[in-house]
């Protein structure tokens, strides 16, 4: 086998900022010489790691991920944790543009009395959280948002967390090549200013989310504002949690719970038999 610190000299020639922690992996993970050096090969190419690896590490997890998609980022193990704080034992849980399904295995990891349903556009990626979630009483739909949900969730969901794409469609083309050329556009790609897709969840949300259910969304910081005020449009009450650490900004929200009858009557109204 090449040694580890000849494979850290050629990865960090390649740009690679973490050469020596890689260099490690792939040689963990090779099983001869011949698949090490293919390994690094596509790595010097622009192959995302975890996409060599087959997994990321992710919420104290190791997630698999296929080729082409998208691969879970540190930072929105910060989504996790704020998903987290307002779950309840028992409460309907759905992760929206799932990917590898990482949110939702690191949720019911966690908090496994949760009710876990996933969804995703990219077939591929459905078919990668399918396995991510095989040990864990979760469902995975493929579809467009809450569309692929059964309608028997309408009205019923606790918390609805999603990571869904945030990327201007202006800014794709500054994103590193290895997310750039071998993740699916669908999983980045927010539209004209990044929001479309946040846009159309806050519009649907308020009608499949239980009353007093949570909407959570990561965000960038400079779009968590506008993120706010399209939730605020759509009748949710939202605020902003952000993590200097990780460099992640999630935007929570709310559906206002019914009032009682009692607090809508008039002062001095009194009640019919």
């Keep these: 086998m090449t040694p580890p610190s ?3 000299a050629r990865l960090r020639a390649a740009g690679c900022v973490f ?9 963990s993970a090779a099983r001869t010489p011949h698949e090490l050096a293919a390994m690094v090969d596509r790595r010097v190419r622009g192959l995302p790691l975890e996409h060599i690896l087959g997994w990321a590490e992710f919420y104290g997890l190791r997630v698999q991920v296929d080729p082409g998609v998208f691969v879970p980022r540190r930072r929105t193990e910060y989504l996790v944790s704020q998903a987290l ?11 929206l543009c799932c990917g590898s399904g990482a949110v939702g295995a690191a949720l019911v990891s966690a908090a496994p009395q949760v009710a876990l349903y996933a969804t995703d556009i990219d077939p591929a990626a459905v078919a990668c959280a399918r396995r991510n979630l095989s040990a864990h009483p979760g469902r ?9 949900l059964p309608a028997a969730l309408r009205g019923r969901i606790d918390v609805l967390v999603a990571n869904a794409p945030y990327v201007p469609t202006g800014a794709i083309e500054r994103m590193p090549p290895e997310a750039r050329l071998h993740e699916a556009r669908v999983a980045l790609d927010g539209g ?6 946040q846009r159309r969840l806050a519009a ?17 910081r400079a779009q968590a504002g506008h993120t706010m005020a399209v939730f605020a449009h759509n009748g949710l009450t939202p605020r902003v949690a952000h993590c200097d650490g990780l460099d992640a900004t999630v935007v929570i929200s709310s559906r206002r719970a019914p009032r009682s009858r009692e607090r809508e009557l008039p002062q001095g109204a009194h009640r019919g038999r």
Excluded at 140 to 148: K, P, W
Excluded at 192 to 197: E, F, K, N, R
């Design 140 to 148: 995975v739909f493929e579809g467009d948002l809450l569309d692929a």
């Design 204 to 220: 649907a949300a308020p009608a499949w989310l239980a009353p007093g259910g949570h909407l959570l969304v990561e965000t960038s």
């Design 85 to 95: 704080a307002v779950c309840r034992p028992g409460a309907v849980v759905v992760d």
């Design 6 to 8: 000849a494979i850290a």
């Design 192 to 197: 004209a200013d990044g929001l479309d897709v």
């Design 19 to 27: 050469a020596e922690d890689e260099a490690r992996l792939l040689s």
